[in-house]
């Protein structure tokens, strides 16, 4: 709505100072010639905006001037528990929103405090995405955020490894893992995760449901969490790896590395140790453990060793061509 975008504009030059109409547009998601007539409508009400000119120049509040019309709305307060993501933030479609909230908690606070606000602010920032990948595709993201806001039944498209299908299901939350969008949601009587890159179609019904008494996000996610990576790491493969790889252990397979490490034998004359890492199923575990190289070998089990050996033969096989 125009009239809290006033206000926003009001919060900003309250808080920070003089902006160019450039800085206001980015800052509140419009263009240009958006902010020149929120200025003229400010003008217009009597709040005192002063034009600077020159390359210095920009808009500003007179001297002395403050607003005291800081009360937040429920979508604002809201927002505030994303107060250190806004990233995620703005793909839920409450960036905006949330901007606003902080500009309104900071304008309340006493001008000591609001200064440490703002050192905050620019000292620390969350950056929840995980390295050397692009980000998930969610366009439905924020349609499906509603529908769990509002407890409304959510009818999704989904595509799995063995095929597509449709689904009704009363969505429940959304979590976000390792810059992975996730909804957590209750089909039929069970209740399951879904990864929100592979909804390929979204609609909100007007149908409401009752969210399960006892359902906690939280705990139900970290029970998920485990049961998916007792699922997923079933096997242990025995391997020995050099000073180089032991190095590398952490960086290409995280906990498992770090865990596996903290756990081996103890040095070789050459400083090659033996460690046991947990691995999927067999055809993965070959190519994780050939990430290594010739730093690591795999010692057992020995069908593992096997098809490592065979997939190392081929490849010379190849190459040798």
């Known amino acids: 709505m125009r009239a809290d975008r006033l206000l926003t504009v009001i919060l900003l030059l309250q808080n920070r100072g003089r902006m160019t109409a450039t800085e206001l547009a980015e800052t509140l998601e419009v263009s240009v010639r958006t902010v020149y007539r929120d200025i003229e409508a400010l003008g217009a009400a009597g709040v005192p905006v002063c034009a600077d000119r020159g390359p210095d120049g920009g808009y500003r509040l007179m001297d002395g001037y403050r607003t005291r019309l800081t009360g937040l709305t429920d979508a604002e307060a809201g927002s505030l528990f994303l107060a250190g993501a806004p990233g995620p933030a703005r793909e839920l479609g409450l960036g905006a929103v949330l901007a606003t909230a902080q500009l309104k908690v900071q304008a309340a606070l006493p001008a ?162 033996e460690v046991d890492l947990l691995v999927e199923r067999q055809d993965v575990a070959v190519h994780d453990v050939l990430r290594l190289g010739a730093e690591a070998e795999v010692l057992g089990p020995p069908e593992l060793r096997a098809a490592v050996a065979e997939t190392v033969t081929a490849l010379a096989t190849r190459y040798a061509t």
Do not use: C
Not at 123 to 130: S, T
Not at 133 to 141: E, F
Not at 146 to 156: I, K, P, S
Not at 191 to 213: G, K, N, V
């Open 112 to 273: 000591e405090l609001a200064e440490r606000a703002r050192r905050i602010q620019d000292r620390f920032h969350l950056d929840a995405k995980g390295w050397f990948r692009d980000a998930d595709d969610v366009p439905h993201l924020a349609d499906i955020a509603q529908a769990v806001w509002e407890q409304r039944v959510l009818r999704v498209h989904y595509r799995r490894w063995r095929g597509e299908v449709h689904r009704e299901l009363n969505p429940l939350g959304i979590v976000l893992k390792g810059g992975i969008w996730y909804l957590v949601a209750q089909a039929g009587e069970a209740i399951r995760t879904y990864r929100i890159s592979r909804i390929l179609a979204a609609e909100i019904t007007p149908d409401a449901f009752a969210r399960p008494a006892a359902f906690d996000l939280a705990a139900s996610w970290a029970e998920s969490a485990r049961r998916m990576e007792a699922e997923m790491y079933r096997g242990t493969a025995r391997l020995r790896i050099s000073p180089l790889a032991q190095k590398l252990l952490t960086a290409k397979f995280g906990s498992l590395g770090t865990n596996a490490l903290a756990a081996a034998g103890p040095p070789d004359e050459h400083g090659w140790v």
